[in-house]
């Protein structure tokens, strides 16, 4: 059971450069989140969605938009890289019920922007 | 808005000492409270959680606290082993909403 999968590991991007952060999970699970992690900080929620076409905004999603074509995936799209942007990104995956309210979280990218 | 403060930043102990761990939450409408594992390089990983109708909760060397009256939450690590070196994240959630916030990290060091 892979869990949750993020690709790539690390990516160093240009300032204007674009990229694609791909998160899939095999756990069939319904809400699916992303977060940033800065260095010695704790987490920010980007984006999240509680099922397949539905998506709404977190705490810091200025810069990002994402996608929810299929219950697996929930890729996060990086417009016009900035800097700022320069971070560790997780992406979870969580399926509510009475028994767990816990997140599965994948093992991060690790974006650079110069 | 809502928040989760956490304590200390940094906690170093001998191996073998307990270490405590500690937040403090303001919404009172929150009513799960986990505790996830971070190890160099890697993603956070739940270890513990609590509700909000249960006031300790103890899995092996672990064990968490919760306070409903005073917003408060800890986790317990007796016996402390060189592989609990890690960052440790409390987080607080309402289970009627769907985001969970979490704390600052506290960076545990365990010395050999």
């Known amino acids: 059971n892979a869990g949750v999968t993020q690709t790539p590991k690390f990516r160093i991007l240009k300032i204007g450069q674009s990229m694609t952060l791909q998160c899939t999970q095999d756990m069939n699970h319904n809400y699916m989140y992303w977060y940033r992690q800065d260095p010695g900080m704790g987490l920010k929620l980007i984006y999240y969605?509680?099922?397949?076409?539905?998506?709404d905004k977190g705490e810091v999603p200025n810069g990002y938009n994402v996608s929810r074509s299929t219950t697996e995936d929930f890729p996060l799209r990086l417009e016009l890289a900035a800097p700022s942007q320069t971070s560790v990104y997780f992406c979870?995956?969580?399926?509510?019920?009475?028994?767990?309210?816990?997140?599965?979280f994948g093992s991060g990218t690790r974006l650079t922007v110069v | 808005g809502e928040n989760v403060e956490q304590h200390p930043s940094t906690l170093s102990v001998q191996e073998g000492d307990s270490a405590v761990i500690k937040c403090t939450y303001s919404d009172s409408a929150s009513n799960y409270f986990p505790w996830y594992k971070q190890e160099l390089g890697k993603g956070p990983q739940l270890i513990i959680d609590i509700r909000s109708n249960v006031g300790e909760k103890k899995d092996q060397r672990i064990a968490v606290t919760l306070n409903k009256t005073a917003k408060h939450f800890s986790l317990h690590i007796t016996e402390t082993q060189p592989e609990d070196s890690a960052v440790y994240f409390c987080a607080g959630l309402n289970t009627g909403g769907f985001k969970t916030i979490f704390g600052a990290g506290t960076r545990l060091f365990v010395k050999a």
């Open positions: 979870a995956s969580s399926n509510p019920t009475d028994a767990n309210y816990g997140y599965t």
């Open positions: 969605s509680v099922g397949a076409g539905i998506t």
